[in-house]
Structures are given as structure tokens and as C-alpha cells.
């Protein structure tokens, strides 16, 4: 066992053996990165029987497609549908400002992101590299990442952006300069308190709605 080998994950309940295999590859890359990540290690780190990763993702191609789609997964659950904001009557409504629950919302999206799982920020970093080299998976890593900007997009045309599209992607930028600072950037050893994101929101959004 090497000094950097990275500990079994137990699958989490009703969880599949699909999920531990990409659970583990996601925490190889993070703790190991790219050069780390091989069939063998992930059966050694999940206390699978050898082979078994190989049974489910035949090629390294299939097993980085598996981490993308599994990263997307846990990703998305940072936050819930009841926790989504609900535009009001409509963008001509003045007396509705839809600002404050799109910040806050996004604010609380944004910082569990850093705060309770900072080792997938580490992993989608190794492959959105990765993706850069292999046309196959930068094809599949672009389609799970409009996953979260078409939503965003739509969400910015219903509280009355005149240019969701390019709003959403400066938001989605903003977002991910965030993450890349507190995940191997400068700011890696000081998290921004949640109260800080929601103000950057705020002023985004004031400034791309007008309000």
C-alpha cells in the first residue's frame, strides 16, 4: 500500500456498485489526480474484487465518462427543488423584485459547493483538463455542464433578463472563478462566508437586471 493510497468508500445506502466505482474514481482523481486514476486502483480503494471496474467501464474512456456523469449527479444535489427560487407574477411587475431569492439561492448553491464537498471541485478540475485532450470526452464533459446552464438560462428568463444567455454564462463564470480560487487558488485557505457570495450575486444581478 502506498502512502497516498486512497481509502475504500462505502457506497452510501441503496447505493449501486455503478455509484461506488465512480464515487472512488472521483476521489482518486482528487486525491491522486489523472495519473493516479486506473482500473486496479479504483478496485483497490472501493475493496472491489479485481476486475470489477474493468466488468463495468471496459476502457479508460468509459470509466472518465462515468466520473463526469457521477460528478454532474452529486453536483446537482446542492441544492434541492424546494429550495429553488419561484420567480413572482412576472418581470413587469414592479413591485416584485426577484433579485433577493435568486441570490440567495445561488449563494447557498455556491457555498456547499466549497464547503461540503471541496475534493469534487479538485476532480472536475482534472477532468476539464483531461477533456481538453480527448475530443470524446470533452464532447460528453460540455453536454453534463449544460445540464446546469440551460436551467440557469431559463431561470434568468423568467425573473426578466433581456439577455439570459450570455447573463447565465457570465453568472456560471463568476461561479466557477470562485471555486477555482478556493479550490487551488489564491484564496484556498480562506472560504468566503455565504453572506459575502450572496452580495456578489446581488450585484450581478441588480447590474444585468437593472434593478
Not at 493516479?36 to 472501493?46: K, S
Not at 423568467?158 to 477555482?180: D, K, N
Request: hydrophobic letters at 45%; one cysteine or more; proline letters at 8%.
Amino acid at each position: 500500500m502506498t502512502a497516498d493510497h486512497t481509502p475504500a468508500r462505502a457506497p452510501a445506502p441503496g447505493g449501486s456498485r455503478a455509484e461506488l466505482i465512480a464515487d472512488t474514481a472521483l476521489a482518486l482523481l482528487a486525491g491522486r489526480g489523472m495519473r493516479g486514476l486506473t482500473h486496479r486502483a479504483v478496485d483497490e480503494a472501493a475493496g472491489l474484487p479485481p476486475g470489477s471496474t474493468s466488468n463495468h467501464a471496459r476502457t479508460r474512456a468509459a470509466l472518465l465518462k462515468a466520473a463526469v456523469r457521477r460528478l454532474a449527479e452529486r453536483e446537482a444535489r446542492v441544492l434541492g427543488p424546494g429550495e429553488m427560487p419561484t420567480p413572482g407574477d412576472g418581470p413587469g411587475d414592479p413591485a416584485i423584485d426577484p433579485v433577493p431569492p435568486l441570490a440567495d439561492a445561488l449563494a447557498l448553491a455556491l457555498h456547499r459547493s466549497l464547503t461540503q464537498a471541496p475534493e469534487l471541485l479538485i476532480a472536475r478540475y482534472e477532468l476539464a483538463l483531461e477533456a481538453t485532450r480527448r475530443p470524446e470526452l470533452r464532447e460528453f464533459y460540455d453536454a453534463a455542464g449544460r445540464g446546469f446552464r440551460e436551467p440557469l438560462e431559463a431561470l434568468m428568463t423568467a425573473v426578466g433578463s433581456a439577455e439570459a444567455r450570455r447573463h447565465a454564462q457570465s453568472l456560471v463564470a463568476w461561479c466557477e472563478g470562485q471555486m477555482f480560487s478556493c479550490a487551488a487558488g489564491a484564496d484556498h485557505a480562506a472560504m468566503p462566508q455565504r453572506a459575502a457570495l450572496r452580495a456578489g450575486f446581488e450585484e450581478l444581478l441588480r447590474g444585468m437586471l437593472g434593478r
